[in-house]
């Protein structure tokens, strides 16, 4: 099994509020999730949909699994930054006012490809890369010499 990251730091969204979406799809399949959060109506789910499909894109082209085969091994939402302002009220005072972040960490497993089909296709593409190689040659300055000449 191969474990693949993919992280959001200080996202400008509290935890709790993202928590709440996090808990819908934490037990589903990452296709599947991500399916569910493009008909999830909140503020964080732009924001998690981009982790996810930035661990799957993690997956398939760093480490050549199979979308199929993923699973969520873990989602986790932590506390991030958070700026401190004030609100002014009466008799001169001053309220705190936290503006909440969050970090947002995918953790997604999967079963490897067989490498049999990867060494094939890579075969392939050196098959067409070297066909293309000789008929893109430059010709021989003696042959271009030979037609200037006529």
Do not use: C, W
């Amino acid at each position: 099994m191969m474990e693949v990251k993919a992280i959001a730091k200080n996202v400008r969204i509290s935890p709790k509020k993202v928590k709440l979406v996090v808990d819908q799809i934490k037990n589903k399949k990452p296709a599947e999730a991500v399916k569910i959060l493009e008909f999830t109506n909140k503020r964080s789910t732009p924001a998690i949909y981009k982790v996810i499909m930035s661990a799957i894109a993690n997956a398939k082209n760093n480490y050549n699994l199979d979308e199929g085969s993923l699973l969520f091994k873990q989602i986790s939402v932590n506390k991030g930054l958070m700026l401190k302002r004030y609100r002014p009220v009466s008799r001169g005072r001053a309220h705190h006012i936290l503006k909440r972040a969050s970090h947002i960490k995918v953790v997604l497993e999967g079963m490897e490809k067989k490498k049999a089909a990867t060494t094939e296709s890579t075969d392939k593409k050196t098959e067409i890369t070297e066909k293309k190689s000789v008929e893109s040659k430059k010709p021989s300055v003696s042959s271009v010499v030979a037609r200037n000449s006529k």
